[in-house]
Nanobody, 122 residues
């Protein structure tokens, strides 16, 4: 499975961005897609995840109510709609796919895309 993340950029506080994660290859094997982020000087952290079979979702407490994860099976693409962005959301965002399980832990995901930078600043 190969993953291509896109959609990052510079946005003002309170603004919105939508990230995309396009999967290719053995996409039929994907169980879940997750988004993680890593801010400068900090460890990578879980943001959100979606299970492809039934669209069950998980969110980090810090983004719950502001971010929405979704997926389009026909396009093999997962999305992260980010609303009410805060400076603390500034980070490199990574999408990941799991062919084995669904969860919050990064070790759950066995395929990773390149990061896309999100900067929230006035």
């Amino acid at each position: 499975v190969q993953l291509q993340a896109s959609g990052g950029g510079l946005v003002q506080p309170g603004g919105s961005l939508r990230l995309s994660c396009a999967a290719s290859g053995r996409t039929f094997s994907i169980v879940a897609t997750g988004w993680f982020r890593q801010a400068p000087g900090k460890e990578r952290e879980f943001v959100a995840a979606i299970r492809w079979s039934d669209t069950m979702t998980l969110y980090a407490d810090s983004v719950k109510g502001r971010f929405i994860i979704s997926r389009d099976n026909t396009e093999n693409t997962a999305y992260l709609q980010m609303n009410s962005l805060k400076p603390g959301d500034t980070a490199v965002y990574y999408c990941a796919a799991s062919t084995v399980a669904f969860g919050r832990a990064d070790y759950t995901y066995n395929f990773w895309g390149q990061g896309t930078l999100v900067t929230v600043s006035s």
